[in-house]
């Protein structure tokens, strides 16, 4: 395979908070998201996983974590393998679903035995015959090295790329056809064949240089298709202005105000970066850190300054007693002979 300049070490993160509707009901957070390195930073690996979170899927929130979790390991095998042609890397690529599929099972037929007895009434009798049910979930992965980038997915959510441009692509797009509030789900018997697939070798172009996982949470949170697109544009943007460790610590916040304000659904998204910023966003940080050490600068020098006062005044007031003791017997023998 050809393989363009290598693209700058990514940064990648992932965050999930839980929906305000779950925080109302105590009904635990069905998502999971991870975010990965790897071969030094030049591969990066996101996946996230949405538990669907009905009485029939009770344990949905282990589901989605054994989804990411298996994606995960089996992507890292994929990019750190060696692959010597693309023709090797598609025969890859068609077989990783079936790959994912079979180790989620294995991974919940597992958790099933250790933990038989229903955790509810949700589960009672769901899962007799068919057990995966309690576990279902979504799944949406991506793997991105310096020669391709490898995107899959099974069930809801979103996949955005953003080129150095900063034009977003909507990956993997669903058929648009189910009934709402109803998606595909590993825990369907068919599950492989589900899977959507794209493959895109970096022969002519390079890879993208934001890319972001999010379940339907966040979607669903915006009014149309174009609004929640923007949000691919505007994070290129925040990162090349402000950092990508900026960015990261904004995203907790965010997410909080977007479940409160739209979806109340949980809301799980995975980012990776591989970009440049802008220069003034060095000295930004500079200046951020320069803010903090003149906070922190009297809290050190004042009790110190204060120490190193208070042993001064001690010796100050030694000398002056000895000079006063010194002083004392000629100025007033001096003052008695005058007065004699």
Known sequence: MVTLSPSSPWQAQAK????????????????????????????????????????????????????????????????????????????CAAELPKRIVEAWRTCVLEDFERDPKPASEDETGVADDWPE???????????ITDSYAMYLQIGDGDLITVGADGTPILRLPGSGDLPTNLTESLCQPD?????????????????????????????NSFTNEQS????????????????????????????????????????????????????????????????????????IVLPIGWLIWAEAADHWKIMAADLWGRLEPLLFSTFWKDQS
């Open 16 to 91: 999930t908070v839980r929906g305000a509707s779950h925080e109302r009901t105590g009904a635990p957070n069905q998502d999971f998201g991870k975010a990965t390195l790897a071969k030094h930073g030049k591969a990066l690996l996101l996946t996230v996983a949405d538990g669907h979170g009905s009485p029939e899927h009770a344990r949905s929130d282990r589901g989605s974590r054994f989804a990411a979790e298996v994606a995960t390991k089996l992507l890292l095998g994929l990019v750190e393998g060696e692959i010597a042609s693309e023709e090797e890397l598609r025969s």
């Open 133 to 143: 049910l309690l576990y279902g979930s979504t799944l949406i992965a991506a793997a």
């Open 191 to 219: 599950a492989e064949q589900r899977f959507r697939t794209e493959l895109e070798p970096f022969s002519t172009i390079g890879p993208p240089v934001l890319v972001m996982l999010a379940s339907d949470g966040y979607r």
């Open 228 to 299: 929640f697109l923007k949000v691919g544009k505007d994070l290129h943007d925040y990162t090349r202005e402000n950092g990508f460790d900026w960015l990261a610590d904004q995203l907790d916040g965010w997410l909080k105000e977007t479940t409160n304000s739209g979806s109340g659904d949980d809301i799980t998204i995975a980012l990776g970066w591989s970009g440049e910023i802008r220069a003034a966003a060095e000295p930004r940080r500079k200046r951020r850190r320069g803010r903090a050490l003149a906070f922190l600068l009297p809290l």
